[in-house]
């Protein structure tokens, strides 16, 4: 792994990170769904335009049209929409700890329905994320925390594991933020529906919403999506999701510097134990280098 791939992974995790700090701001001045719904249709027609400036078309393979659709519907729609939804009531650092597991429950599908092999490294690191995850919720249970956001969480996270088993070969053939472009209108459109029929157009303006709706549109929805595309063209999509074991500090620490929450003692040793366990997932998937 070279340095222009390291710096592009610590970049992706950052910027993936401080999604649900930027989204906890968003919906606390406007309805999850629409807001949502626009920062994708922003992003999309954004993505398509500096495509089309750079030379890039639509004329895609019938693999990477299959992982537009499902990347739009999966990660997008379902994952996006549930954790904007709970994110009125859950607090930013919570989602950003069930999201991460990510990696964790991506292993877990591989070895139960698939039949990967695990390495007793990775079969060490699932059963840690485990732990990390159980002294989390645990902790945050007895604390209170509303269980119908929480489940969304839960629900959404499933939503984007699905999306990165099938979007593994999307990124292969070029056009790569054409394909980030139109799995953003995707998502648009589809979260438009619910949008519609199930939100009032109440929104508070101030800076807070319009700075957190811009950076979340740019950042975490373009920049970031862009980013993770190339880095798995680049590397592999075994050795880009190794950087995701950065996402639960750095969500937590996020949330706790910009937003004030509070971090338990039990929620720092959660996070660090899950990070450890998608670390060490990771790490049993790289194949063996001969010295």
Known sequence: MDIKAILMGLAFAAMWSSAFTSARVIVEYAPPLTALALRFLVSGLLGILIALAIGQ??????????GVLVFGLCQNALYLGMNF??????????????????????????????????????????IAGVIGVALIMGARLQGGVDMFGLILCVIGVVSLTIATLAVLGASSGGNVLMIVGLQMLVGATILAVPAVILEDWAVTWNW??????????????????????????????????????????????IAAALLGETIGWLDVIGVAIIAGGILAVQLSKQPATNH
């Open 85 to 126: 939804v709970a994110m009125q009531t859950v607090p930013a650092s919570l989602a950003a700890i069930i999201a991460s597991t990510m990696p964790l429950l991506v292993a877990l599908v591989g070895w139960v329905i698939f039949g990967n092999k695990v390495k007793p490294l990775g079969l060490m690191g699932l």
């Open 57 to 66: 078309t639509a004329r895609l393979s019938r693999r990477q049209w299959l």
């Open 208 to 253: 807070q919403l319009i700075v957190a709706f811009l950076y979340t549109t740019l950042v975490p929805g373009l920049a970031a999506t862009w980013v993770w595309f190339m880095l798995v063209g680049r590397i592999g999509a075994v050795k880009a999701s190794t950087f995701h074991f950065l996402n639960p500090f750095l969500g937590v620490a």
